[in-house]
């Protein structure tokens, strides 16, 4: 079965320092991976998507993750971050069977 | 048009209540979804409806009931929920299940049984 672990449950950051939020996935065959921010009382939006390709995607928000086949991870990273990017982040595979499934979050908490 | 309406935003309900909620796209999308995510907790996969036909239910229990009247609606309809039900209800579509775009949420509604 497929699945995604984030290993991290709380980032706290402060304004314009670089951030990292880790995701590792587990999967026997090609994945399609996800990233998805979710601000208080909202729904996701997805950042950014490996599909296949490069393995550096770059998303919204100058959000950008990389995909390491052989570490079987996908870390989100964003060089500066802003006050206005404290939101959860949830990690997310897509399997075979037609379910996108999440990791269970990180809350990145950006402080001034 | 690239949004997932989702009605109403927040909603309260006897245990012994009938409600729906409802989920509107125009995106041509054939694949919708219902979630379900609780506090400081990862959403939930409870169905997927592809091209209007149940595809996948997570056992979710009969107190849950979806519907698809077409393409572009998607209803929960709910009956004598529990207060452990209480949580964010998200629906999202896709183009279709073996879409690599990803899916598109709507905002959820929040629902509270008391």
């Known amino acids: 079965a497929q699945s995604v672990t984030q290993l991290d449950s709380q980032v706290p950051v402060f304004e314009e320092a670089p951030v990292e939020l880790r995701c590792n996935y587990s999967?026997?065959?090609?994945?399609?991976l996800f990233w998805y921010v979710q601000y208080p009382n909202q729904g996701l939006q997805l950042l950014l998507k490996?599909?296949?390709?490069?393995?550096l995607v770059k998303g919204i928000n100058g959000f950008e993750a990389e995909f390491n086949k052989s570490q079987t991870s996908f870390h989100l990273r964003k060089p500066s971050v802003h006050i206005s990017d404290t939101a959860e982040y949830f990690c997310?595979?897509?399997?075979?069977?037609?379910?996108?499934?999440f990791g269970q979050g990180t809350e990145l908490s950006v402080k001034p | 048009d690239t949004e997932v309406t989702q009605t109403p935003k927040h909603l309260v309900m006897g245990m012994t209540n009938k409600k729906s909620l409802k989920c509107e796209q125009h995106?041509?999308?054939?694949?919708m979804y219902w979630y379900k995510q609780k506090a400081k907790k990862p959403p939930e996969l409870m169905f997927v409806?592809?091209?209007?036909?149940?595809?996948i239910n997570e056992s979710v229990p009969s107190r849950f009931s979806p519907e698809c009247p077409n393409s572009s609606l998607l209803n929960l309809h709910l009956h004598a929920l529990q207060p452990e039900d209480s949580a964010l209800y998200l629906c999202?579509?896709?183009?279709?299940?073996?879409?690599?775009?990803?899916?598109?949420f709507g905002s959820g509604t929040r629902l509270t049984v008391v």
């Open positions: 490996y599909l296949s390709g490069s393995t």
């Open positions: 409806y592809s091209y209007e036909k149940l595809s």
């Open positions: 995106m041509g999308h054939r694949a």
């Open positions: 997310g595979i897509y399997n075979q069977g037609g379910k996108l499934i």
């Open positions: 999202a579509s896709s183009q279709d299940t073996g879409s690599s775009h990803g899916y598109t």
């Open positions: 999967s026997s065959v090609s994945v399609y």
